[in-house]
């Protein structure tokens, strides 16, 4: 590309049609790509000024604002802009987003409240602001505000697994393991592929005492994310601690045989037929495993060097 004349004739437009925002974009998007980013960050600006609801613009300047590491001018940005266009959703929304990345929960709250008020039915906000009452401990009305929020727009449910994983945070601060969990496992039901929520419940699990459970949410954790060696590492340790050798050997084989491929699981079977006395069964274990991982020599010196009671 031309990057002196696609500016020339950009700027050409702009003097040819000065009321026409989409030619300041274009241009603060070319002098991005240019590391002329002041001059980008200007003419964002200034398309704000003039259309505050432009959520094209409006990604664009944050991102720009990220990519400066301008947390707070991104804030004094959109608290200006709030203020001149009090009764604008996108302004007050993305001055709450702005002060939460800049860990201010309480300012964030009420300019999230604002952008309810100002678009009732724009469900996110609502989502945000009950995830700041979740940060600021005020736990219960968080996620009631997060429940009716999802309850209208259900493709918020990403963001709300996060509030809940939020929430079960703060109830493990209290040392309330039994809320900490519930909250956990609501986190897994609204983003079920993402695994990390299942560990972290079946963290919770382990320190509210419920093994069982704990268990069952290690093992699916193995059964997903092949290379969870501390998720492999508890569920061993669990069923060393409280079933008899049986127990273990078919717990492992059943999961191997449920995801042939997953070499961490032929290497807990293999462990546990060696402990069993079974030195033939836990050769081929492991040379099933050596099959299906090529790094299988690696993942087994991970897994013996691990303690059980490692933190992921």
Known sequence: MDYVLAERLYRLALSLAPDDLSHKVALGELLEELDRK????????????????????????????????????????WRVLQ??????????????HALHKTNKAEEAFHAFEQAV???????????????????????????????????????????AARIHADAANWFLAQENHQEAASCFRRACELAPRDVSYRYLLAEALTAAGNTKDALTAYLYVVRHAP??????????????????????????????GEASGNALAWLCLGNALADAGDKAGAEEAWKHGQTHGSDFAEIRRQFDNLNADTVE
């Open 227 to 256: 290379g969870a060696l501390h998720s492999a590492r508890r569920a061993d340790a669990i069923l060393i601690e409280t079933e008899d050798d049986e127990t273990r050997i078919e717990t492992w084989r059943r999961l191997a």
């Open 38 to 77: 002041e001059e980008s960050l200007s003419l964002y600006t200034a398309v704000l000024r003039a259309a505050p609801d432009s959520p094209y613009t409006a990604m664009r300047l944050d991102a720009l604002y990220d990519a400066l590491e301008r947390g707070q001018g991104r804030a004094d940005f």
């Open 117 to 159: 008020e100002n678009a009732p039915n724009r469900y996110e906000a609502l989502l945000y602001a009950g995830w700041m009452q979740v940060l600021l401990g005020r736990v219960a009305q968080g996620l009631e505000k997060t429940a009716l929020a999802l309850e209208a727009d259900p493709l918020l449910a990403e963001t």
């Open 83 to 96: 203020q001149q266009y009090p009764d604008a959703f996108l302004p007050a929304m993305r001055l709450g």
